[in-house]
């Protein structure tokens, strides 16, 4: 047998042994908690986490820079795409689950990100399946949530609709403790769906705050029509204002300019920053 380094090929012989029943026994892989052509777990854990974070041809990339070793890039795929699969068995027959004493309050964030995702066309139209592919992109959805004061959240995600983002969300919620008297406390970039789902899974328990960057957005693009050619110093006395925590003066401000319900969202910057 042999293995590769970053140093070159290394020749090594491996021990073997025949049993009385005539089956060849192995120690080194025995011992080493791998078979003839399979991954150990370790291995496997390293495969996985580079999978997940760049495309499957490019992981060969990092093992070898840190680990002096390559493997198949068919291997590659099955070993992280098999381990995916089982996180997400596993996450949606926990989800629901209670498994901590509710906390007075607990913090929660979701936000959204646009992934590539590669899709084959459907059988029937093409035998070959590794050829005709479309590039689409695919919104996941990721939640944390912690107990106040805490500084090690836990973590749940989802590719799936609006309502199983806010059923990952109500499970990020309640590992972490939750009952009748915990307070969540929601932060978010202002998207609908985020508060939408905060509303229908919590009720009056939750509370949803837009982000302080991501409020000033809105606010720069309504600062056109509130106060056209002095919209840089509008906006800074807005900032200050909310700093200070007097965030009704800000609406008050933006009340005589609210777009009527006639207009459309796109059109409404004024009305997208108002309650």
Known sequence: MYWQTSFGKIEALEQTYYQKCGSL??????????????????????????????????????????????????????????????????????????????????ISETDGSMLPVVQPKATGEVKDRRKEKTLVYREARLTLAHAKGSVSPLFSATMGSVQEAGRHIKHCVQLVGMDEKTAVHSVGDGAFWISEQMEEQFGNQAKYLIDFYHLCEYLAEASVCCAPGDEKSWMERQKTLLKENQAQEVLLTLWPFVESKSVVDSDGPVRACHP
Do not use: M, W
């Open 25 to 106: 026994l192995r120690p080194f892989l025995l011992f080493a908690g791998v078979c003839c052509r399979g991954y150990s777990l370790p291995l496997q854990r390293k495969i996985t986490d580079f999978g997940a974070e760049v495309a499957f041809g490019q992981v060969n990339e990092r093992l070898r820079e840190h680990y002096g070793i390559e493997v198949s890039v068919n291997s590659i795929r099955e070993i992280t795409l098999g381990h995916a699969d089982k996180i997400k068995r596993k996450l949606n027959e926990d989800l629901g689950k209670v498994t901590n004493q509710g906390k007075l309050v607990v």
